[in-house]
T-cell receptor, first 111, second 121 residues
Framework: GQSLEQPSEVTAVEGAIVQINCTYQ??????LSWYQQHDGGAPTFLSY????GLEETGRFSSFLSRSDSYGYLLLQELQMKDSASYFC????????????FGTGTKLQVIP | GAVVSQHPSWVICKSGTSVKIECRSL??????MFWYRQFPKQSLMLMAT?????????EQGVEKDKFLINHASLTLSTLTVTSAHPEDSSFYIC?????????????????FGPGTRLTVL
């Protein structure tokens, strides 16, 4: 099976940098994704790492270390609109590539 | 591109009734659709994986006779919550993917619908 752990809540100041960690245990790892979800909304895809290293997309970066079963999402130049829940997710290599979501981290950006 | 819609966006029903939720991929053919349920302040929990023209694969603990899934075409999957009870009240979200890759490559990103909030009285 799959299990992913994240901190439940993080608070950061507008303009700052925040890192959201994710540790996972999987039986078939195909890649680590990150999703953002605002209250009442659907998840939106942020990034994907299949290989070790850092992937940068604008203000957001995502890192993966497969040997450590660990990844993180880095948000720079935080804006108030970044207040949301963030989920890491692993994709199953088998079958229909189902995605298992982490426990989620609620980020609150304060002025 | 890659838009997924859900209908209805919210529904309130009486206990014991059945509710059907539709998930449509609007501009691509979805070979696989996934149904998730999310309770307040919790993560998304996969309920079932649906492939066009075949029976859905349900996750452990999900009653297939209660949550009926039909994936009749490459652009439509439906979830019917039968004999709904208050504990079924939740946010139901579908996602769709194209095994061939919408933008090419090996990674088949999932595109999520806006969700359906079900309240059972």
């Amino acid at each position: 099976g799959q299990s992913l752990e994240q901190p439940s809540e993080v608070t950061a100041v507008e303009g700052a940098i925040v890192q959201i960690n994710c540790t996972y245990q999987t039986s078939g790892f195909y890649g680590l994704s990150w999703y953002q979800q605002h209250d009442g909304g659907a998840p939106t895809f942020l990034s994907y790492n299949a290989l070790d290293g850092l992937e940068e997309t604008g203000r957001f970066s995502s890192f993966l270390s497969r040997s450590d079963s660990y990844g993180y999402l880095l948000l720079q130049e935080l804006q108030m609109k970044d207040s949301a829940s963030y989920f890491c997710a692993v994709r199953d290599l088998r079958g229909y590539q189902k995605v298992t979501f982490g426990t989620g981290t609620k980020l609150q950006v304060i002025p | 591109g890659a838009v997924v819609s859900q209908h209805p966006s919210w529904v309130i029903c009486k206990s014991g009734t059945s509710v059907k939720i539709e998930c449509r991929s609007l501009d691509f053919q979805a070979t696989t659709m996934f149904w998730y349920r999310q309770f307040p302040k919790q993560s998304l929990m996969l309920m079932a994986t649906s492939n066009e023209g075949s029976k859905a694969t349900y996750e452990q603990g999900v009653e297939k006779d209660k949550f009926l899934i039909n994936h009749a075409s490459l652009t439509l999957s439906t979830l019917t919550v039968t004999s709904a009870h208050p504990e079924d009240s939740s946010f139901y979200i579908c996602s769709a993917t194209n095994r061939g890759g919408i933008s090419g490559g090996l990674y088949n990103e999932q595109f999520f619908g806006p969700g359906t909030r079900l309240t059972v009285l």
